[in-house]
C-alpha cells in the first residue's frame, strides 16, 4: 500500500495517480461500518478496472474545530488505522492533514480537489458522510458537486443489536470499561500498542512479575480495574491479566496510571520491546487491600477467572 501525506494548498497534477475507486471517512476504530465502505471500494476498483484508495483525515476534525468534545485520543491512532487498511489491502492511502483552512473549502473546491484532482472515478462513502465547510455538502449533494468525473456508491446505515455501528459507541463502551462487547463492533478485541518499561519490580517479590506498559497515550485507555488480556510479544500472543490503576495498596499518592500486565506461564525478559494488549474481560474494578496477603491472595483469584475465561472461549 502507497501512503501519500496531504495538505491544502497542494499541487497535483491530474494523472500523477491512476484511476482511483475511493472510500471517504475518518474511520476510527475501522470498525465493521467501516470496512463495509472500504472492502465496498476495493470490489469497485476490481470491477472497474481501478486502483484501490481510502482517503482519512488527521487530527480529528474535532480538534481543529472547537467542539465541546476533543478527540484527541483514538480507538485506533494513525499508525494502527494505516496498519489495519493495509491488512484489507488497499492500494493506495491518502491521509489529509485536517487544519482550519481545509476545513473551510467549499464542498465543490473539496470535490474538485481532493477527489476529482486525484484521478478519482468512483466515490464510496457512508450514508452520513459529509464534506467541506460546515459539513454543507453530503451524499445527496454528491452528484452535483461530481461535475460528472466520478460515479459514487452509498453505503447504508449499519447496525448491530438494533443499533447503528459508530465510532461513538464504540467510545462509550470503552470507557464503561465493557471490553467483552466490542469484538460485535470492532470484527475484532480492542487492543493498544505500547512499550515495556521499567517499573518498581514489586510484583516479582509477590510471585506475580508484571510488565509495565507505557501505551501510546493517543489510545482511549479502559477505565480503572482488572481484565483478562492476551499480550503479543515478538510475534507470539500469552494470556493474561492486565491492572490499570494507581496501585493503591502500595502507593496512596500516585497519580499517575499505570498498565501492568502479568502473563501466565511466562519469564522473558522483555524491557523496550513494543507489545500489543488486546483486552478481553473486565473482571473488577481496582481496589485497596489490607496487605500483601489479601493482594496475593485476589491477584491468584483474578489468574484462575481469566484461565477460566480463555479456557471457555478457546479460538
Not at 465502505?37 to 472497474?48: F, H, P, W
Not at 496498519?83 to 491521509?95: A, C, H, K, Q, T
Not at 510479544?233 to 496512596?252: E, L
Request: contains cysteine; glycine residues 8%.
Amino acid at each position: 500500500m502507497e501512503i501519500k501525506k496531504l495538505s491544502f494548498p497542494f499541487n497535483l497534477e491530474k494523472h500523477e495517480f491512476p484511476p482511483l475507486a475511493m472510500a471517504l471517512g475518518y474511520f476510527d476504530g475501522v470498525h465493521r461500518g467501516h470496512q463495509q465502505v472500504i472492502v465496498e471500494a476495493k470490489k469497485q476498483a476490481e470491477n472497474r478496472g481501478l486502483h484501490s484508495a481510502v482517503m482519512t483525515f488527521d487530527p480529528h476534525p474535532s480538534v481543529v474545530l472547537g467542539k465541546n468534545e476533543k478527540h484527541v485520543q483514538y480507538i485506533t491512532p494513525l499508525t494502527e488505522k494505516i496498519s489495519i487498511i493495509e491488512g484489507l489491502e488497499i492500494d493506495y492511502l491518502f491521509v489529509v492533514h485536517f487544519t482550519a483552512e481545509f476545513a473551510n473549502l467549499l464542498p465543490q473546491e473539496f470535490i474538485d480537489q481532493f477527489v476529482i484532482g486525484l484521478n478519482v472515478k468512483h466515490v464510496v462513502a457512508g450514508f452520513d458522510f459529509s464534506y467541506g465547510r460546515m459539513g454543507k455538502g453530503n451524499m445527496e449533494t454528491l452528484p452535483f458537486h461530481s461535475r460528472e468525473e466520478f460515479s459514487y456508491s452509498v453505503i447504508p446505515k449499519f447496525s448491530e443489536g438494533d443499533e447503528k455501528v459508530s465510532s461513538t459507541r464504540i467510545r462509550r463502551l470503552l470507557k464503561e470499561g465493557k471490553t467483552d462487547e466490542l469484538p460485535n463492533l470492532l470484527g475484532r478485541f480492542y487492543s493498544t500498542t505500547g512499550t515495556v518499561v521499567h517499573g518498581d519490580k514489586r510484583g516479582r517479590t509477590i510471585g506475580f512479575p508484571t510488565a509495565n506498559v507505557n501505551v501510546n497515550e493517543e489510545y482511549i485507555i479502559p477505565p480503572l480495574g482488572v481484565y483478562a488480556v492476551r499480550m503479543k510479544v515478538k510475534n507470539h500472543w500469552y494470556n493474561g491479566v492486565c491492572n490499570v490503576g494507581f496501585k493503591p495498596t502500595f502507593n496512596k499518592d500516585s497519580l499517575k496510571i499505570s498498565i501492568e500486565v502479568h502473563l501466565f506461564d511466562f519469564n522473558q525478559d522483555i524491557y523496550g520491546e513494543e507489545v500489543v494488549i488486546e483486552w478481553h474481560l473486565y473482571l473488577r474494578k481496582e481496589q485497596k487491600f489490607s496487605g500483601i496477603d489479601e493482594l496475593v491472595a485476589q491477584i491468584d483469584r483474578d489468574k484462575q477467572t481469566a484461565i477460566s475465561y480463555f479456557e471457555d472461549n478457546r479460538r
